[in-house]
């Protein structure tokens, strides 16, 4: 245990932070299982302790385990996932309509372990990813709207739009944290302004195509509402 301590590198803050969230995220845990033993009836509150522990075990060891990588390797990793996420996003979409004739599917459901996870959150880490990719590649060129357009904005406007659809407020997170990343990269704020613009606009045709033909495209405008 304690060559574990001594190999971990990085921000120890960062290490301890995570630790103390992972610490307190049993309080609420603990509060969501009464409910789902006394109302819903499934499982009991140790087992849903115990869940929850094996899941933080495993994400530390996946945490551990990514921070011993070079940080050069994440640059073409990004380049390979960003395809893979787009398609489990497509996939997710595809599932159709789950609870009260809207589109609310968001997981994919692992055979045989019984865990799930949801795209989404996968491709927010790969896109931030290849966003700060894209910018460690043209931070000695000047940067225009006309030639960032494919290798940037394409990438980012697919991905939000195959989440918008079952689950606006990851979307919505999703494209803060680009634009965010963008800024600190230096991105041209004229154009920052009017990508924003233009997002709101696409949202606006979006809800209006949804509320207009919602037999044909199931979507949980309503519940934002």
């Known amino acids: 245990m304690l060559n574990i301590f001594q190999n971990i590198k990085g921000d120890k803050a960062i290490w301890a932070i995570a630790a103390l969230l992972a610490l307190f995220s049993f309080l609420p845990v603990y509060s969501a299982s009464s409910n789902l033993v006394y109302v819903v009836g499934n499982g009991t509150p140790v087992g849903h302790l115990v869940k929850h522990a094996i899941l933080l075990f495993l994400g530390f060891g996946i945490i551990y385990g990514v921070h011993k990588i070079p940080t050069h390797f994440f640059k073409g990793l990004s380049m390979i996932a960003l395809p893979i996420v787009l398609v489990l996003l497509i996939f997710v979409l ?132």
């Open 94 to 225: 595809a599932q159709g309509t789950s609870s009260g004739g809207t589109n609310d599917s968001r997981w994919i459901r692992l055979p045989l372990v019984g865990f799930g996870f949801q795209p989404s959150n996968l491709a927010a880490v790969v896109l931030m990813i290849y966003v700060a990719r894209y910018f460690s590649k043209v931070r000695d060129v000047k940067i225009t709207f006309k030639e960032s357009i494919l290798p940037l904005w394409l990438p980012v406007f697919l991905v939000v739009a195959l989440i918008l659809p079952a689950n606006f407020s990851t979307a919505a997170i999703v494209f803060s944290m680009v634009m965010v990343l963008c800024f600190l990269g230096g991105y041209p704020m004229k154009y920052l302004l009017g990508i924003v613009g233009t997002g709101i606009l696409f949202l606006y045709i979006f809800i209006l195509t949804a509320k207009a033909f919602p037999d044909l495209f199931p979507n949980r405008v309503d519940t934002w509402m």
